[in-house]
């Protein structure tokens, strides 16, 4: 029933610049918390951008200045606009839609990645 579909990724040179999208149906998207995830080849999955429903934006320290999060709730589309890429930005991005529900609960849904590789 929920489905997130990533699209966007693909090969970019050194300062190149790609625009990723997320696609979410079988939720009430306006009151999820949004967020772009990465994994590196042999490391483990890492957090890159967020954007809560109701709350300012956080990136990561590495990403801050080039990257920028956003939404459309009437599309419920969330994007990625990555600029000024680098070689160590290379991963399978996943885009992610997190509820918490008082205190124990916490509904978590993830896509199936997109291929991001930055190289000359």
């Known amino acids: 029933q929920v489905q997130l579909v990533e699209s966007g990724g693909g090969l970019v040179q050194p300062g190149g610049s790609l625009r990723l999208s997320c696609a979410a149906s079988?939720?009430?998207?306006?009151?999820?918390?949004m967020g772009w995830y990465r994994q590196p080849p042999g490391k483990e999955r890492e957090l890159v951008a967020s954007?809560?429903?109701?709350?300012?934006?956080n990136y990561a320290d590495s990403v801050k200045g080039r990257f920028t999060i956003s939404r459309d709730n009437a599309k419920n589309t969330v994007y990625l606009q990555m600029n000024s890429l680098k070689p160590v930005d290379t991963a399978v991005y996943y885009c992610?839609?997190?509820?918490?529900?008082?205190?124990?609960?916490?509904?978590?849904?993830w896509g199936q990645g997109t291929q991001v590789t930055v190289s000359s």
């Open positions: 079988g939720i009430i998207f306006s009151i999820y918390d």
């Open positions: 954007i809560p429903s109701g709350g300012n934006r």
């Open positions: 992610n839609a997190r509820r918490i529900i008082g205190t124990s609960t916490v509904l978590d849904y």
